[in-house]
Structure formats: structure tokens, C-alpha cells
């Protein structure tokens, strides 16, 4: 299994400083370009379509203050909750939830995927639903072994967890642990998605990302097989595999390979 790692540092927290995540700039920095996401966005339509309305309870584990999953899955969720590790993004996601006008606006997102999508909705009725199913935004932390607070851990239809694990897995043993634990929080017949960085042939992943004036490290040095194969350790059937660059003007020195990988629990896996 083709895993490195940029430290010598092993299964620990992580230390980078994020009480001072500033999460309105990431936003507005990462996601305010949503021209640039599109092929990304057209994705989640697929993915999520065949679902039925009102039927999955989501986690969003470390979701940071991005909002994106809810806006593609609201009217296919009865009960989502948002975990993070850090203060400062769930204080973002809850000022949107309660209509703080301080918030960043996802409006152009909603409007966007509501395109996507040929509905006819409102962009106002989209929103309403996604305050309507959010049940809670809680703290998370890979590195615990209960991983989120007991009455949150499901299991779950749906497990999102979208740039994290390059990020803050600082060995091959983390990575293989923090799959283990997150698939833990996933019901037979659910599903667990995960997006991450990942090496290829002719490119390494970047070592770093940066939001205002904090740099952040990107721990894991991975290849896709990899991913995939650890997913499928933990007794899961993978269902769709999506590769794309980054391709925005705030990650343009990047050109990151990201991996999207959908896998359906078939059973668990008793160690």
C-alpha cells in the first residue's frame, strides 16, 4: 500500500492551530469561484439523485463551514448533522442556520444546483429545507476513539467527509484507523464518501493550504488505489469513483488530483 507521509510524527492529533481557522475567508477564498467546482457539482447530482426524498440521515464529518453536501442532499435528508473539529467553522455553519446576515451567502450555490438539477424550486424553498432536516452542528475529532459525542453516532445512512483525512492523518496506521473509525459510524447498507488529495504517476500531492495568513500542513502522501483499497478493508463495496483537479484561481498553484470514492457498507467488519 503506496502511503507517505511528510512527518515523522505518528497517530497524534493534530497541532495546527485551528482556533484560528478563519472560516468566512476559506469560503469565500475556496468556494466562491462556483463556476470552477462545476464538474464537482454536477457529481453530487448524480450521486445523490437516486436516492429517495426524505429518506437518509447525514453526517458531514469535519465539514469545516462548507455547506455544499446539504445544499445536494436537503430534500433527500430527514436529519443531518454537521461535525467539526474546530469552533470557529461551526460557528459559521450556525449563523447561516439561524439567518444571520453576517453569514456567507450560499445563495449562488443553491441557485446553481437547483440548475443542475432542471428543478423549478425555489432557491428560498431549497434553503428553508436545509435549515428544516439540520439537526445539530457538534464537535468531532478523528483522533478520539469515540470520534464524535455518543448521542451523534448514528450509525448512519450517509457519511461525507471531504478534504480531512490528507490533512490531518500524519501516518499510514492513521489513515488506516481514522477509515476504521468512520466507517464505524456507517450502517450496514449506508454509505461512506470520501474526498481527498491524492499522488499520481507524475504528481505529489501539495504539503500545505493556506487560509489568510495560516498555513496549514497536508500530512498524507497517497495514491488512489490506496484509498480505495483501505475503504474496502473495512467491508465496504465502492460504487463510484470521481477524479478531478483543482482548478480555481485560489488553488491554481496547487493543481491538486482529488478523488472522489462513494462506497456501500455491505456488512461490518469485526476485528
Known amino acids: 500500500m503506496a502511503i507517505n507521509c511528510s512527518s515523522e510524527s505518528q497517530d497524534e492529533p493534530p497541532s495546527d492551530d485551528y482556533d484560528r481557522f478563519d472560516a468566512k475567508f476559506y469560503l469565500e477564498r475556496y468556494l466562491g ?33 462548507d455547506l ?3 445544499i445536494y442532499q436537503a430534500h ?14 461551526l460557528t459559521e455553519v450556525e449563523r447561516w442556520i439561524k439567518g444571520d446576515s453576517t453569514a456567507f451567502s450560499w445563495e449562488g450555490h443553491v441557485r446553481h444546483c437547483l440548475d443542475l438539477e432542471n428543478s423549478d424550486e425555489a432557491v428560498e424553498r431549497r434553503e428553508k429545507r436545509m435549515r428544516d432536516v439540520f439537526k ?5 475529532d478523528i483522533y478520539d476513539e ?4 455518543y ?15 490528507d490533512c490531518i492523518c500524519r501516518s499510514a496506521e492513521a489513515f488506516e484507523t481514522s477509515v476504521k473509525r468512520l466507517s464505524g459510524l456507517v450502517k450496514v447498507g449506508g454509505y461512506l464518501h470520501i474526498e481527498m488529495s491524492f499522488d499520481t504517476e507524475d504528481t505529489k500531492c501539495s504539503s500545505s493550504y493556506e487560509v489568510g495568513n495560516v498555513v496549514y500542513l497536508k500530512w498524507l502522501s497517497v495514491n488512489l488505489s490506496s484509498i480505495v483499497e483501505t475503504v474496502k478493508a473495512q ?7 470521481f477524479q478531478y483537479v483543482e482548478d480555481n484561481e ?3 498553484k496547487y493543481k491538486d488530483h482529488i478523488a472522489m470514492v462513494v462506497a456501500r457498507k455491505d456488512a461490518e467488519r469485526v476485528n
Open 146 to 149: 469515540q470520534v464524535v459525542p
Open 250 to 252: 485560489a488553488t491554481a
Open 33 to 65: 469561484e462556483i463556476t470552477a467546482i462545476s464538474s464537482v457539482l454536477e457529481e453530487y447530482v448524480r450521486i445523490f439523485s437516486p436516492f429517495p426524498n426524505d429518506s437518509l440521515t447525514v453526517l458531514n464529518f469535519g465539514g469545516g463551514p
Open 76 to 89: 433527500k435528508v430527514r436529519e443531518y448533522v454537521h461535525a467539526d473539529y474546530a469552533r470557529s467553522n
Open 235 to 241: 467491508g465496504f463495496s465502492i460504487t463510484q469513483v
Open 136 to 140: 445539530a452542528a457538534i464537535h468531532c
Open 68 to 70: 455544499l453536501p446539504l
Open 151 to 165: 448521542e451523534y453516532r448514528g450509525p448512519y445512512d450517509y457519511v461525507v467527509c471531504i478534504d480531512v483525512l
